[in-house]
């Protein structure tokens, strides 16, 4: 069975970092296209990176230069490192996985439960 489990939300302030975790089972990461979301309260889930299984990387626009989207092999993990964070990063993150590198949720049939992102200003 093919799940995925994020970790490492909390609460920071504005300008901090953290890093997400997408742990995966029931694949390998290398095999198929990661992405993570985001849905804060009253909005819809939105894209935010994905990897392709070629190594290819996607990024919104409003995420560029500040978030960074790697593979760890060796843990079978994802991971989102976030920096510069803001008050409008704030929202709950997914990770999900499928065959395309997409940031459109449609395209993704496996999901996680969430880790929640809060900044403070």
């Known amino acids: 069975q093919l799940t995925l489990a994020e970790s490492g939300g909390g609460l920071v302030q504005s300008g901090g970092s953290l890093r997400l975790s997408c742990v995966a089972s029931?694949?390998?990461?290398?095999?198929?296209?990661i992405g993570w979301f985001r849905q804060a309260p009253g909005r819809e889930r939105e894209g935010v990176s994905c990897?392709?299984?070629?190594?290819?990387?996607k990024y919104v626009d409003s995420v560029k230069g500040r978030f960074t989207i790697a593979r760890d092999v060796a843990k079978n993990t994802v991971n989102l490192q976030m920096n510069s964070l803001k008050a409008e990063d704030t929202a709950v993150y997914y990770c999900?996985?499928?065959?395309?590198?997409?940031?459109?949720?449609?395209?993704?049939?496996?999901w996680g439960q969430g880790t929640q992102v809060t900044v403070s200003s």
């Open positions: 999900a996985a499928d065959t395309l590198c997409s940031m459109r949720t449609g395209a993704y049939s496996y």
């Open positions: 029931g694949f390998r990461v290398e095999n198929l296209s």
């Open positions: 990897i392709s299984s070629d190594g290819k990387i």
